[in-house]
C-alpha cells in the first residue's frame, strides 16, 4: 500500500457504533437537559464545558437515613472494570439495591422523574459508603470503545449517557467531588442530586466531565449512583 493510501486509512473516520451512537445520545441529552432547565429546582453548574445540574433537597432527611440502612444491610468492596491498570483508585464499598424491592423502585422512579429517561435504559442503583481515606481517583463514566469490557458492555445497554448521584449525608471533612475540568467542586449535602450528561451536545464522550470522589477526612460519606444507558440495560449480556 502507498503511503498515500495509508494516510487516508488513517484519516478516514471510524465507523460508528450503534451502541454508542452520537445521534442518539445527542437526542438523549437534549431531552435531559430542557427537562432540568424548565425544572426550577435545577441548578446549572456545567457553564459551557458540560451539562451538569444540582438538585437540593431531592431526596428528604427520612428518606436519606433510611437508604443509609439499607447500603450498610448489604455490603462489599467496590470494583472497577479494570483493576490491573489502576490499582487502589477506587476504595469505597458497594450495596447493589435489589431490582423489585420497593425501597429500589421508589428511589428508581423518583430519579427517572428528574431525568425523563425510563427506567429500562437504567442499571442496577448503587449505594456507596467511604470511611476516612477512602476514595474514587479521577475518573469518566463513559466507556472508552478501544477497551476490552466495551465488548461486554455494548451487549448490555451501550453507551453510559447520563449520570445521576445523590449524597445521603453530611461528611465531617473531606469527600467532596471533583470536576476539574469545570472547576467545580461540590461538597455533599444530605439529599443533594447531581445529575450530569457524560456525552457532549454532538453525543460524543465528554473528557470534561471527568471527577473524583475526594479522600474522606473525617467521618464518612453515603451516596447513592444511577448511570443509565442509552439502550435498554440487562444484567445479561444479549
Known amino acids: 500500500m502507498t503511503l498515500l493510501g495509508r494516510l487516508s486509512g488513517l484519516l478516514r473516520p471510524r465507523p460508528v457504533d450503534p451502541m454508542a451512537d452520537p445521534q442518539v445520545l445527542s437526542a438523549i441529552g437534549n431531552s435531559v437537559r430542557e427537562r432540568l432547565l424548565a425544572d426550577p429546582r435545577a441548578q446549572e453548574r456545567g457553564g459551557s464545558k458540560a451539562d451538569l445540574f444540582l438538585l437540593p433537597g431531592f431526596l428528604a432527611p427520612a428518606e436519606c437515613e433510611r437508604l443509609i440502612a439499607i447500603i450498610e444491610s448489604r455490603i462489599q468492596p467496590s470494583k472497577l472494570f479494570n483493576e490491573r491498570k489502576v490499582p487502589n483508585a477506587r476504595t469505597s464499598s458497594t450495596h ?16 427517572d422523574e428528574v431525568t425523563g429517561i425510563a427506567r429500562s435504559h437504567a442499571e442496577t442503583i448503587q449505594g456507596q459508603r467511604y470511611r476516612v481515606g477512602e476514595e474514587y481517583r479521577h475518573h469518566r463514566d ?4 478501544e477497551r476490552d469490557h466495551w465488548q461486554n458492555e455494548r451487549r448490555r445497554g451501550g453507551q453510559r449517557s447520563w449520570t445521576a448521584m445523590v449524597y445521603l449525608n453530611a461528611v465531617e471533612a473531606g469527600g467532596e467531588t471533583e470536576f476539574p475540568e469545570l472547576g467545580l467542586t461540590v461538597t455533599p449535602k444530605p439529599g443533594l442530586l447531581i445529575a450530569w450528561d457524560n456525552m457532549d451536545r454532538s453525543g460524543r464522550p465528554n473528557r470534561n466531565t471527568r471527577h473524583a470522589a475526594l479522600p474522606v477526612v473525617s467521618g464518612e460519606k453515603y451516596v447513592i449512583t444511577q448511570w443509565y444507558r442509552q439502550e435498554e440495560w440487562s444484567r445479561n449480556y444479549r
Do not use: C, S, V
Not at 96 to 111: D, R, V, Y
Not at 142 to 145: G, L, S, T, V
Open 96 to 111: 447493589f439495591f435489589a431490582q423489585e424491592a420497593p425501597e429500589t423502585l421508589a428511589l428508581g422512579h423518583k430519579i
Open 142 to 145: 463513559y466507556f472508552r470503545e
